[in-house]
């Protein structure tokens, strides 16, 4: 990520651009003039106090506001006509569930398949395959028939974060992931979510308040600040590596 550095060939095409982006709640400017970029294989942690504009900058950046100036860019179209929305698996901050809301677990992950357009598509094999395999990987496959709200509250997390990994996203945004999820999960929840980033191309964009768990994986220092945001980068793996590791990249997916 660097604000309006010439872009990069290879592997780093710019997954997200913000060009001056403000944005004000009734008149109170939450963010001002923000300008950066997030490339292919970034892992961005955000940090900031409460108040600071984290979630508005995530709610920016999946369509939920709009700027009132500036101009948002997603896989290089413009924002407001970016189509391919099932490449950002998007987990917001708070899923609080009515108990009585009726949908199943399974039915919550599946969900994450079904785009707009696809809402009344039929369930096929591999869509139940893949289901499985997200519930698998965040292991809550045994939760799958369980109504979704009578989760707790760091089970829903895990939920959401399934449905969210479901339709094979290149860009995950995350928004405080680890809140009301218990040591062992985190750390496991965090394993995990390196070895995305490392194997498997996915580029991360994570609200974070845990400093310790940041400053390990994305250094001490941020890259950059704006306002009272900081943003940590990693890229995942050295710049200069790039063609060989696009090889390997490639073998691995023909093979
Ligand atoms: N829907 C809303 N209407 C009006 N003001 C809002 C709304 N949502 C957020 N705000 C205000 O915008 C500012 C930024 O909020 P935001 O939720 O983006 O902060 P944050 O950095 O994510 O904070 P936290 O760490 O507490 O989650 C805050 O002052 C908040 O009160």
Known sequence: MCAWAA?????????????????SFDGKPVLSHLSFRIQERDFIGLIGPNGAGKSTLLRLIVGLLTPDSGR????????DQFKERELIGYVPQKNNFNP???ATVREVVMSGLFGRRKLFRRVTRQDADRCMDALRTMQ????????????????????FLARALISNPQLLILDEPMSGID?????NFFHLIRHMHQKHNI???????????????????????????????RHSHDLEDCAETDLLHTVRKEG
């Open 72 to 79: 948002i860019e997603l896989f290089g179209a413009p924002a």
């Open 140 to 159: 809550i496959e045994d939760l799958a028939d369980k109504r979704i709200g009578e989760l707790s509250g760091g089970q829903q997390q895990r939920v």
């Open 203 to 233: 580029t991360f964009l994570m609200v974070s308040h845990d400093m310790e768990m940041v400053r390990s994986y994305l250094g001490e220092e941020p890259k950059e600040t704006s306002g009272k945001l900081s943003f940590f980068v």
């Open 7 to 23: 872009p990069q060939p290879g592997c780093h095409r710019d997954i997200v651009t913000l060009n001056d982006v403000s944005f």
């Open 183 to 187: 040591a062992e999960t985190q750390q």
């Open 100 to 102: 009585l809301f009726p």
